[in-house]
C-alpha cells in the first residue's frame, strides 16, 4: 500500500506501530530460514530478536552507522511519549526498541526496503555476537 502522506509527517508512535509489524516479519522469514521447527520453538527463538533488551542492543549498533535523516527518526521514536510500558524490560530499554521500530517503520513507508534489508542483517549481527 503506498500513501500520499510523506513518512516525515507520521507521528514517532505511528512509524514505531509500523515498525513493529516490519521488524516482526523480517524475525519471522530469518527464523523460518533457520529451517522447519515447531511452532512454539519457532516463536521461542524470535522472542531472542524481538524484544525491547535486544532492540536496544540493535539500536546502539545502528546509531553508528545511520546518516542524520535515519538518526533524527530513530530518535524521535526513541523520545516518544508512550502510554504503554515494558514488560520484563527497562523503561530505556523500550524507549531504545521504539526509536529502532520507528525506524522501521519510517523506511518501510519510504518504500527503502534495501536500506532495511541492510540495517536488518546489521541487527542480526548484533543477536549473533
Known sequence: MQSNTDPKEYSP????????????????????????????????????????????????????ILSEEELAV???GRNAKSYTHAKNQTMTDYRHATGL?????YLYLK????????????????IDE
Open 111 to 126: 518504500g527503502d526496503k534495501s536500506r532495511i534489508r541492510e540495517l536488518f542483517e546489521v541487527c542480526l549481527a548484533v
Open 101 to 105: 521500530e520507528a525506524l522501521f517503520g
Open 74 to 76: 530513530m530518535k524521535r
Open 13 to 64: 508512535l505511528a512509524l514505531a506501530y509500523m515498525g513493529d509489524a516490519v521488524f516482526d516479519i523480517l524475525v519471522r522469514e530469518f527464523v523460518l530460514s533457520k529451517g522447519n521447527m515447531p511452532a512454539n520453538k519457532l516463536h521461542k527463538t524470535a522472542k531472542g530478536y524481538v524484544n525491547a533488551g535486544s532492540q536496544a542492543k540493535m539500536y546502539m549498533r545502528l546509531e553508528e
